[in-house]
C-alpha cells in the first residue's frame, strides 16, 4: 500500500464518482475551480432574495413610466438598466379551430405555427452509433447540449 495514497496533497485530490466506481487522483487546478464554483454558486443563492426584491422595485418604478408594453431605460451614473415589457398569447389546441375561423384569412399571418419533433437518447443512440450507420442519421441534426453543473450536499 502507498502511504500518499490517502494524503491529499495541498488539497489537490479529486474523487471520480461514476456508477459504483471511485478513482482518485490530483489536479490542484481542478480541484480550485470546483471549490471556488461551488462557493460562488452559494454566494449567489445567498443574494438572489436581495437581488429580486430590487429587480421587482425597478420593475414597479418602470411601471409606473410606461404604459403596457415596451423598453424603458433607467440611467444612474452613466450606467443603463433596460427593462422590457412583453406579451407571449398561447393558442390552446382546443381553441385553435375557433381562432381560425375568427381570424380568416388573417390567421397565416398573425399567427406563428411551431411543430417540434425531438428524438429519445434511443434515437441519439442509433443515429450516432458509427458502426451501424443507420440511415436516420442522415435526417437529423443532432447537437451537444451544454453541460449542466449541480452542487449536490
Do not use: W
Not at 449567489?44 to 404604459?67: G, M, T
Not at 398573425?110 to 442509433?126: A, F
Amino acid at each position: 500500500m502507498n502511504p500518499l495514497e490517502d494524503v491529499d496533497v495541498a488539497g489537490s485530490k479529486v474523487v471520480i464518482k461514476q456508477g459504483k466506481a471511485e478513482v482518485d487522483f490530483f489536479d490542484i487546478d481542478l480541484a480550485t475551480a470546483l471549490r471556488d464554483y461551488r462557493q460562488l454558486k452559494i454566494n449567489i443563492a445567498l443574494v438572489e432574495p436581495a437581488l429580486r426584491e430590487l429587480k421587482d422595485q425597478i420593475i414597479e418604478k418602470a411601471k409606473q413610466h410606461l404604459n403596457g408594453r415596451g423598453t424603458i431605460r433607467f440611467v444612474v451614473d452613466g450606467k443603463p438598466v433596460k427593462v422590457t415589457f412583453g406579451y407571449e398569447c398561447v393558442i390552446t389546441e382546443d381553441n385553435l379551430a375557433k381562432v381560425q375561423e375568427l381570424l380568416g384569412e388573417r390567421f397565416v399571418d398573425l399567427v406563428k405555427i411551431k411543430t417540434s419533433y425531438t428524438g429519445t437518447q434511443t434515437l441519439i443512440d442509433l443515429a450516432s452509433d458509427a458502426d451501424a450507420k443507420h440511415p436516420v442519421r442522415n435526417y437529423l441534426t443532432i447537437k451537444e447540449k451544454n453541460p449542466e453543473l449541480k452542487i449536490e450536499d
